[in-house]
């Protein structure tokens, strides 16, 4: 059996446009819901942070130097702090520091 992955516009044209649209408000849903401190790893460049509820305290984990570099910037205009370098492997933090997490579409 044959595996591929495919684009999320290739599942559009292909008629599974519902499941996009599924895992949108399912998203949306289970970010906003969060509370407390929370840690996204692997943040990229801040796509999440208006799914978030207001008042949250953020951490953002980001292993490339560029989106943290872009990241810092767009978390700072939207009030969210800290980002740290770091990867989901070894989380530069201690055990007890976060309430949430959120950690999807993380590709190697």
Excluded: H
């Excluded at 408000?25 to 796509?47: D, Q, Y």
């Excluded at 008042?55 to 872009?70: H, M, V």
């Excluded at 492997?89 to 949430?100: Q, S, Y």
């Amino acid at each position: 059996m044959r595996t591929e992955l495919i684009s999320p516009d290739a599942a559009m044209s292909a008629g599974r446009g519902s499941d996009m649209v599924a895992y949108a408000v399912c998203k949306r849903a289970v970010l906003g819901s969060l509370g407390g401190i929370v840690l996204e790893i692997g943040a990229g460049a801040g796509a999440n942070f208006g799914l978030f509820t207001p008042g949250i305290d953020w951490i953002g984990l980001e292993p490339d130097s560029g989106a943290r570099r872009r990241l810092a910037t767009a978390a700072a205009c939207g009030r969210f702090r800290p980002v740290i370098a770091g990867v989901a492997e070894r989380i530069p933090l201690p055990d007890d520091r976060a309430t949430g997490l959120r950690a999807v579409q993380l590709f190697p």
